[in-house]
């Protein structure tokens, strides 16, 4: 009865490993193209609502609309490239990933 306990006991066991392992994997291990690709979406996202912020905060300071949108514009090109390239130098930093079981 014992052995038959410790047979499922390790299968189960072997089961969740699997998973754990798959789920890990799934997160870890992004291809380069589909990290490059979601670094790239989720750069555009954010800076989108950044230049939204950045245009309201200029024209409430200048009280223009027109320089509001060419100060919103032309700060959040320049930090949308930055972000970029910051966003694909931590893929390339292992500190603080596990890598997988």
């Known amino acids: 009865m014992e052995s038959k306990y410790n047979q499922i006991r390790l ?3 072997g089961t969740d490993d699997d998973i ?3 789920m890990l994997s799934n ?3 992004r291809s380069a193209l589909q990290a490059q690709k979601r670094a790239i979406a989720k750069t555009l996202c954010y800076r ?3 230049i939204l912020i950045t245009i309201t905060v200029a024209w409430l300071i200048v009280g223009d609309v027109g ?3 060419n100060i919103g514009l032309a700060t959040n ?3 949308t490239g ?3 390239l910051y966003e694909r130098l931590w893929d390339h930093i292992t ?3 596990s890598a997988p079981a």
Do not use: N, Q
């Open 20 to 22: 754990e392992h798959t």
């Open 77 to 79: 090109i320049l930090k």
């Open 95 to 97: 500190w603080g990933v």
């Open 11 to 13: 299968f189960m066991r």
């Open 67 to 69: 320089d509001a949108v």
């Open 82 to 84: 930055t972000y970029y």
């Open 48 to 50: 989108l609502f950044m």
């Open 27 to 29: 997160i870890v291990s």
